[in-house]
């Protein structure tokens, strides 16, 4: 599968959500990656003595937290790859290796206890450690461990427990039957040594630990192995003691156990004993790393630090010591760089490596770039009260009123339910954007028994759900029916929705189109017109079938905007003649053709048409007293804001200056008394002033221009769009550093234009001399949009770390792939 294909719709956190996989496949499919880290590659050892019945032969020492799936699952975001047990990922999707072990898991009650030590050290490895206590769901005695084998399965066991409960009464229980009187075998000598380990790490009283690592010594010494089975046990069980030395400050005692357990390995003579060196030698690294920062002794630091990088390239922790020693050495610049690399090959530490980067990007004066940084370490980890804080802290008011808000449910973390929640599930939104409640003010209009006369304008892209569901990773939300939404995920504004739809066929038309609003609001068109199949307007005879069917016709027409073909709303057109048509329904659906024939088909004639019968209508609207003040002012600015497209299709620079003029002078007059009006009159206003800003550019007056943008953002200063129009503006008067970061706040406050923002972000930072800046950007572009082939150029041009090969081969095979295609 190509890597985009297998990111394709699936939204990484931080990171493409392809690159997560290769760093870590075994964990998710069984197989192995050229960009596979040391530690990941375990299971596909562990899977080999299982084939050849080995049970009791070395496998990896080091073994992941019980928390590391779940980690492995959020950041990557691949829901199909989300297993409980082997035999929950789908055949297509395992590998040939990830089938056989799953088979025997399913046939775990048949095995014998050979393949069930095996399999369970299997499990352990690609950390599943609940289905190791399904296997073997009982300890053992101490006499049974006495058999090497059964041994083994025990250690599983132990290691399961304290995987999934830490040092619990029933992992201490696990451990007891090979700890208190221990038989000669590698299983007891391991777990001695290994709850010596935990002990010194978790327990508050470490005093038994010496004694403990001096009966794994005793042990060892007593077994029947090879001399690099010797070497390999004795280097582990020297690196355990480590942690006391470290303990207990004696820092120069714990450099002399790393040298001594550095010596002491043997010489590998198979491919499975060069893994087992490999996996020993980095975590010796490792642990010289962290002692040599401890001592102070910056050139050992700096020298196993290389060594490390060498062995284990695409490891998430020598990436963070790297960037770590860099930041201490002060070049912020290039631990920057680090950083980022670090955080691209997470999950395990991707939070605390994107908050060291926003340490390095503030102090290089990269305000915005870091701002984006803090909301990825939050999207992240967004439970983690430091994320939180530090988003706060570069956030303004409202967004770090946001941010604080405590949460009822899992979901009501997530940075894109809590700015959007009315479109997920009718919850409340907190973005403080113009456009985030519109689902909100729908419903309750609809709760409320009736319409508003006056409309807001803003008709959502129909895929703005999808596109936010997908962003943020909440999958269980992408339903195309209310009724489907899983039931813990429903709000009661939800329930009442899906019963106002399950009794459509039979509500008065009234309620029919009250639900239809809500639905299309939601992003659920397509049921709309399913609801709603097509009839002719002949035999509409009411108003409020005819309203009815415009809206439908509103919803269709929508639904085709970008693509191939745009659907002409004849049926509205209809509607608008037909007698029984309400002079304001016949208003607005004369502005909506305006706009239609103006931007579709570029006919001054039907403009001209459509605009003398909204003229007409509103003259009858201002004359009568059925509308408010409040109600004319908005018509009238609304009128003039739409049909100034005839003039200026007729490129009339004196009439469309002068209607616009009109125009915003009622939007800046309207008088508002509600909430609702006040939104309404906000969202004038903001709309006006869009259209007064596109008419100074398409005259040619740039500075008159954008300061209408500039304007229009102090009304709305969340809206993506108007920040990608200023990141415009700027870049044509060559601000490329300003433009990116104005096309960096599109990608922020998406899901408008999220990938596209990034992109030309990048393209911007990298004008401007900032390739580090640029390369981030392509890649958090990829990470939105897989096949976004400008970005992968431009990341291909920019990537100078770890990634630079990757960046170049991506780009290569995208751009292969894309000819494909278009020769088919």
């Known amino acids: 599968m190509d890597r985009w294909e297998r990111a394709h719709g699936h939204i990484g956190a931080a990171a493409p959500s392809w690159l997560t996989f290769e760093v870590h496949r075994p964990y998710l499919d069984g197989a192995d990656s050229a960009l596979t880290t040391v530690h990941a590659r375990g299971s596909l050892l562990a899977a080999r003595r299982f084939e050849h019945r080995q049970p009791t032969a070395l496998r990896f020492g080091m073994t992941m937290p019980g928390s590391y799936r779940s980690l492995l699952d959020g950041e990557a975001r691949l829901a199909r790859y989300r297993v409980r047990d082997p035999l929950g990922l789908a055949t297509d999707l395992a590998s040939p290796t990830w089938r056989r072990m799953a088979e025997a898991y399913g046939h775990r009650a048949d095995l014998d206890d050979v393949d069930r030590a095996g399999l369970a050290q299997w499990l352990i490895a690609v950390c599943l450690p609940d289905s190791v206590l399904e296997v073997l769901p009982a300890d053992l005695s101490e006499s049974d461990c006495a058999d090497p084998v059964r041994a083994i399965a025990q250690w599983s066991r132990a290691s399961a427990l304290f995987a999934i409960e830490g040092l619990s009464d029933r992992a201490r229980a696990a451990y007891s039957p090979l700890v208190d009187n221990p038989a000669p075998t590698v299983a007891h000598a391991q777990a001695v040594a290994a709850w010596g380990y935990l002990v010194t790490r978790h327990a508050a009283d470490d005093s038994d630990t010496p004694e403990l690592f001096a009966r794994a010594e005793e042990v060892r010494k007593g077994l029947d192995l090879t001399d690099f089975e010797h070497s390999l046990l004795h280097a582990r069980l020297l690196l355990r003691q480590v942690m006391h030395a470290e303990r207990q400050g004696a820092f120069d005692d714990a450099w002399q156990l790393l040298a001594e357990a550095a010596d002491v390995l043997e010489p590998p003579v198979d491919a499975d004993e060069e893994a087992l060196t490999v996996e020993m030698r980095r975590r010796i690294i490792d642990r010289r790393v962290d002692i040599a920062v401890r001592r102070g002794d910056r050139e050992a630091e700096s020298a196993y630090i290389a060594e490390g990088l060498a062995l284990d390239p695409y490891d998430v922790k020598i990436r963070m010591q790297a960037a770590q020693a860099t930041e201490r050495l002060g070049d912020n610049e290039k631990a920057l760089a680090e950083y980022l690399d670090a955080a691209r090959l997470g999950p395990y530490g991707t939070a605390f490596a994107l908050l060291a980067a926003v340490r390095c990007a503030k102090a290089l004066g990269h305000d915005e770039f870091a701002r984006a940084l803090a909301e990825r370490a939050y999207r992240t980890a ?32 997530n940075w894109h339910y809590r700015m959007y929640a009315a479109y997920f599930n009718l919850g409340e939104s907190h973005s403080p954007g113009l456009y985030s409640s519109l689902p909100t003010w729908a419903y309750e209009f609809a709760e409320a028994g009736a319409p508003p006369e006056v409309n807001w304008q803003r008709l959502m892209p129909p895929a703005f759900r999808a596109n936010l569901v997908r962003e943020s990773g909440l999958t269980e939300f992408a339903v195309t029916h209310p009724a489907d939404l899983p039931t813990h995920l429903r709000t009661p504004a939800w329930d009442q929705l899906c019963a106002w739809v399950a009794e459509f066929p039979t509500a008065d038309v009234e309620r029919q189109y009250l639900t239809a609003v809500v639905l299309f609001r939601l992003g659920f068109g397509k049921l709309v017109l399913d609801l709603l199949p097509p009839r002719p307007v002949a035999e509409l005879t009411t108003p409020a079938q005819l309203r009815l069917w415009h809206w439908r016709d509103v919803v269709r027409y929508v639904g085709s905007v970008g693509s191939s073909g745009v659907v002409e709303p004849t049926a509205s057109f209809e509607i608008a003649d037909h007698p029984a048509c309400p002079t304001h329904l016949r208003f607005v659906i004369s502005v909506f053709a305006v706009v239609f024939h103006a931007r579709e088909t570029k006919s001054l004639e039907a403009a001209s048409l459509w605009r003398d019968k909204a003229q007409a209508s509103l003259d009858e609207l201002l004359a009568g007293e059925e509308h408010s003040p409040f109600e004319k002012a908005m018509m009238e600015s609304r009128f003039y804001r739409s049909v100034t497209y005839v003039p200026f299709l007729r490129r009339d620079r004196d009439q469309l200056a002068r209607e616009m003029d ?39 007056e740039h500075e008159k221009g954008r300061r209408l943008v500039e304007e229009v953002l102090t009304i709305d200063p969340y809206e993506p769009k108007t920040h990608m129009e200023l990141a415009e503006v700027l870049l044509a008067e060559g601000r490329e550093r300003e433009a990116g970061e104005s096309y960096l706040r599109t990608a922020r406050l998406g899901p408008i234009g999220t990938a596209r923002g990034f992109a030309l972000a990048g393209e911007c930072f990298d004008r401007a001399g900032l390739p580090l800046l640029a390369e981030d950007c392509f890649v958090q572009a990829l ?39 278009r020769g088919r």
């Not at 909430?675 to 709309?687: D, H, K, T, V």
Request: glycine share 6%; proline share 5%; net charge negative.
């Open 783 to 821: 990470r939105v949009d897989p096949h976004a082939v400008s970005a992968a150029r431009g990341w291909a041009r920019v990537a100078s770390g770890v990634l630079a090969g990757v960046a170049a081969e991506y780009a290569r095979d995208l751009e292969a792939w894309g000819a494909a295609r």
């Open 382 to 413: 967004p439970r983690s009260a430091r994320t939180r804080e530090a988003l706060a802290e570069l956030s303004d008011g409202p967004l770090a009123e946001m941010i604080s808000l405590p949460a009822e449910h899992p979901y009501e973390h």
């Open 662 to 700: 009109r125009a915003e002078e009622l939007a800046w007059s309207v008088p508002a008394s509600t909430s609702y009006e006040e939104f309404l009159a906000r969202e004038n206003l903001r709309a006006c002033l869009e259209s007064r800003s596109k008419e100074a550019f398409g005259f040619g």
